[in-house]
Nanobody, 126 residues
Framework: QVQVVESGGGLVQAGGSLRLSCAAS????????MGWFRQAPGKEREREFV??????????NYGDSVKGRITISKDNAKNTVYLQMNSLKLEDTAVYYC?????????????????WGQGTQVTVSS
């Protein structure tokens, strides 16, 4: 059973930065494509795509609302995926989820992901 655990969430002022981490069970990062999604307050039925990285790490995809501000990366040796978030906005407030999919491609559709973490809260204040 693949497990992924997010960390690094918290309270940050608008314009600030935060780095989220996603620790995965052994070899997951090497064998799976990874993605980040978020769920904003009041949108319990909508999970927005944030970023994804291919299994090889050579390809990344970003949601339109975060392009230029967020970077996804991974460290195979540490079995960890990172989400570096800069220039944070109030609308970035959400629970951020890490997910793994059995595949190569950095997919943007949440339905293509097989394993999910419990999420980490990010709150951006004015």
């Amino acid at each position: 059973q693949v497990q992924v655990v997010e960390s690094g969430g918290g309270l940050v002022q608008a314009g600030g930065s935060l780095r989220l981490s996603c620790a995965a069970s052994e070899r997951t990062i090497n064998s799976y494509a990874m993605g980040w999604f978020r769920q904003a307050p009041g949108k319990e039925r909508e999970r927005e795509f944030v970023a994804a990285i291919s299994r090889s790490g050579s390809t990344t995809n970003y949601g339109d609302s975060v392009k230029g501000r967020i970077t996804i990366s991974k460290d195979n040796a540490k079995n960890t995926v990172y989400l570096q978030m800069n220039s944070l906005k109030l609308e970035d407030t959400a629970v951020y989820y890490c997910a793994a999919r059995r595949g190569v491609v950095a997919a943007t559709n949440e339905n293509e992901y097989d394993y999910w973490g419990q999420g980490t809260q990010v709150t951006v204040s004015s």
